[in-house]
């Protein structure tokens, strides 16, 4: 007799920030099939998004709560090892908390069918209106977004519950374009910056430069 389908049931979680968002293309940083992965920061300032994320909380901890049980049931023992749970409070670079609430969101970037065949996975970008979003558009850290996730609560070593992402609505979009140069550490507000940008400003040039304009405007056709 064949098993039942198991239905996927989606939720969709509270609006905020993207944290290091890997949805258009996955992290193949620490696994070699890549994982597609965001954090959402809810802010406490927006009463119905807060609500919201204590909803999530509640949810999350109600599913831990019953895999826990499940396996104190099965096992007989009074202690089961626990993960960290995929929500947490943010804390800033000197490890005081933001008042932000911080939950993950992960994909893996492959999958495999009952008959062992390995297949990709995407998550699904929408614009704020519902109209897929733009291929060539990145979604950056800092976008205002809101995920449709499925929750999964298990049990390997210890009990867990994930937030398997799905899809990400992007109300408003902060679009990654990688690092400029302070971003590689560099200081271009210094003395040789300010000088540049002077030189720009004024249009001077230096004799390569003007070796170069030479040699376009010579039309002579000598080689």
Not at 32 to 40: L, S
Not at 79 to 97: H, I, Q, S, T
Not at 196 to 217: H, L, P, Q
């Amino acid at each position: 007799m064949a098993t039942a389908k198991r239905k996927k049931i989606l939720l969709v979680s509270a609006i905020g920030k993207a944290v290091w968002p890997w949805v258009n293309r996955p992290d193949t940083k620490y696994e070699a099939d890549g994982v597609y992965r965001m954090k959402i920061a809810v802010d406490p300032s927006d009463a119905k998004q807060w609500a919201k994320a204590q909803q999530m909380v509640e949810q999350i901890d109600a599913a831990l709560a019953g895999i826990v049980a499940k396996q104190r049931e099965e096992t007989g023992k009074k202690k089961v090892k626990v993960f960290d749970l995929p929500y947490k409070m943010e804390k800033d670079d000197a490890d005081e908390e933001t008042g932000r609430l911080l939950f993950s969101f992960k994909l893996k970037a492959k999958g495999m069918t009952k008959e062992k065949v390995v297949y990709d996975k995407t998550v699904k970008l929408f614009q704020a209106n519902g109209v897929p979003l733009a291929t060539e558009k990145i979604v950056g850290g800092g976008s205002t977004v809101q995920a449709s996730y499925e929750m999964n609560a298990f049990y390997t070593s210890a009990a867990g519950v994930s937030l398997r992402l799905e899809a990400v609505r992007v109300l408003e979009l902060v679009e990654y374009t990688g690092r400029d140069a302070a971003g590689y550490g560099f200081d271009t507000d210094d003395e040789y910056g300010s000088a540049a940008d002077d030189e720009e400003s004024t249009g001077t040039k230096d004799a390569d430069d003007e070796d170069e304009d030479s040699d376009e405007d010579d039309d002579s056709g000598a080689f």
